[in-house]
Structure formats: C-alpha cells, structure tokens
C-alpha cells in the first residue's frame, strides 16, 4: 500500500537544524512528531519538548512519551474496542488492529509492537517486524517509483517511502539501495534517505585495529568501497588492483585495518593476527594440493600476482609461508613453493 499524502517543500530535511516547530495541529499530531525523534541522532541535536512545539501544551513538558513512531514499543493493553486493541499509557494511546491482535490478549497485558503511520499519517501499531527501525541502517529492494519518491519493502503492508530529495541519485524499481530511515518532521511518518555520510558518527570509539566487524556496503567511489561500520561508524574498504569490492548493499564480516588519526577507518576483508596466519595457510595449502603439490610462487614474485592467484596480499602469503615451513609441511625456493607432504608431492 502507497502513502499517496502529498510533501510540504518547505519541511527539513533528516539530519537538518530545526529552525521551527512542524506545522502540524492539535496534541496527537505534535505528540506524533516528537515521538519519532525520541532516542534517536536527531533527537539528541534538536531536543524539542512540547513546550518548545506549542506554548499551549507546556503543562506536559515533564511528561515522559514513551511510545515512539518507527520504533518497537512495550505497550500496556488499555481497552478492547471494535477495531482491535487500544495500548499505551496515561500520555497517548494507538490502535492495534484485529488481525494483529495475539490470542488470549486481555487489559492490563503488554505487548511488544512496532508503531508507524498509516495512509493518512496516524499512529499505528502492528505485531509484525520490519527489516529495520528509525535510527538503523537497512539494505531494501525499491517496489515502485511515484510522483512522491521511490516505495522501499521494509516488510510491513505499507511500503516506506524514499523522498525524491532524500535521494543521492535516482533510484529504479527492483534496485538494492541503502538508507538510513529517519522520520519526516512534518507528517511524523518514517521515511528512508540515500544520504548516508551525514548520520555517520566521526571518531571510531571503542574500534581497533584487527578487530572484527559488521559492513554495510553502501556506495562506490574512485578508491574504494564505503561501508557504514557496526550501524554506526564510516570506514571504506580500498579497490584492490583489477579488482572492486562487494556491491552495495553486501553485508558481511570485516576487519579493521587501521584507524586513522581524524578517527575514519580502513577496511579490509582478511582477518590479521594469528587468525589472518591460520587463514592464509589454510589457502595456501588447498592451492597446493589443487596443483599436485608445487605452486610457481614464491618470495620474487610480484604482490598482484599472488592476489590474483590466491586472492591474498604478499605479506599474508609471506607469513602463511613460514608458518607452514616451520612445520615442515613445504619447502620454499625463490619462486616456488614445493609440498612436503605425501600424496602432494610433484611427479
């Protein structure tokens, strides 16, 4: 289902300075807005209290709003009506509709609940997960183009709306794309943005080196592969030669191979240490064995070489070497490695 409500051109951007209040009216409305901004980035640099919204409302600025647009909630079952279940609590209330409702749930019950908005921009609650919440990462498939934006699958009914502003660069149905997904400050609603670099944290805190982590790969450059680190950090992950790294939209294991002085980070796919050694020996030896036991490799050959062949650097192959030597597994010639090891012996 498409939100077909239209954008205000005037409303800021995910990331942006609030210079005023969003033009929305009465309490739920307002209440709606600053639900979305609770406990995220954004929220953290803008701080808006009721008070700040609508002077009217500066009674509840002590109020503690506990349920939150584009994020799971832990929601007290208030009442039954027609339509399904009220949840929330003495500050707002949202519908949880039948079809969602789990068996036997009763008032006085709590339940965890995904809340967003529906087509006309209301609260909503749903016992279903999305691939992501407001504040996260995500790597989503584009279902349509409209006059609004794109339509991402986030695995709810509605599909999350990709603002044509919020785009880097068109995007077309069945592509892969990256966003972080954010709230619109006018409807309240969850929306995605392509504009990842800006929700990046600076610094690598609690990062070194050698140190596994998650990659999202998101976006190609001339040196390298950006990735957004752990869902918070940014590190990239440099084109080796002939050879480009993951497509955005990959997620795997990485490691740190450096933190640079300005806190950014440099990637790399191979662990280091004795987890690197083992690993680069374990090629090593398949690569024997494959060739009957000799490989045409050796201490003069060329590092582009050896990355094509055995998709590792010189320096890991150099100590995949002398690991395997001192166990007396090979024995190394200038540009040669020979197996020790019957059965792999060459001919």
């Not at 309240?188 to 392509?194: D, E, I, L, N, S």
């Not at 320096?315 to 792999?344: C, D, H, N």
Request: proline share 6%; net charge negative.
């Amino acid at each position: 289902m498409f939100a077909q409500r239209s954008f205000d051109d005037t409303h800021l951007e995910p990331g942006s300075k609030a210079d005023s209040p969003p033009r929305v009216g009465g309490l739920s409305a307002i209440l709606g807005a600053s639900f979305c901004l609770l406990n995220t980035r954004e929220s953290r640099e803008v701080r808006w209290t009721l008070e700040t919204l609508r002077p009217e409302f500066a009674s509840f600025n002590r109020v503690h709003v506990t349920i939150e647009i584009g994020k799971t909630n832990s929601l007290e079952v208030l009442r039954v009506v027609p339509m399904g279940l009220i949840l929330g609590d003495a500050v707002d209330e949202v519908l949880l509709p039948t079809r969602y409702v789990p068996q036997g749930a009763e008032p006085g019950d709590r339940l965890e609940v995904f809340v967003y908005t529906d087509s006309e921009d209301r609260p909503i609650a749903t016992t279903e997960t999305p691939v992501a919440e407001v504040g996260e990462f995500a790597s989503l498939r584009v279902v349509a183009v409209g006059r609004l934006g794109a339509f991402l699958d986030w695995g709810l009914p509605k599909d999350l709306l990709l603002p044509f502003r919020f785009q880097l660069r068109r995007v077309e149905p069945e592509q892969i794309v990256v966003v972080r997904i954010t709230c619109d400050r006018v409807s309240g609603r969850p929306v995605a943005t392509t504009k990842i670099d800006r929700f990046l944290e600076s610094g690598s805190e609690g990062l070194r080196e050698g140190q596994a982590v998650d990659l999202l790969f998101y976006e190609e450059t001339d040196l390298g592969t950006k990735a957004v680190v752990d869902g918070r950090f940014g590190g990239l992950l440099y084109h080796e030669l002939g050879k480009f790294g993951p497509e955005p939209g990959t997620r795997q294991t990485g490691y740190v191979q450096h933190v640079r002085e300005d806190g950014k980070l440099d990637l790399t796919l191979a662990p280091s240490g004795k987890a690197g050694i083992d690993a680069a020996r374990e090629i090593v030896v398949d690569a024997l064995r494959s060739a009957g036991g000799r490989l045409e490799l050796g201490d003069r050959s060329e590092p582009n070489e050896i990355r094509t062949r055995l998709g590792i650097s010189k320096k890991a192959f150099k100590r995949a070497l002398g690991a395997l030597y001192r166990e007396r597994r090979i024995r190394i010639g200038e540009s040669f490695v020979e197996s020790t090891e019957p059965g792999e012996k060459p001919d």
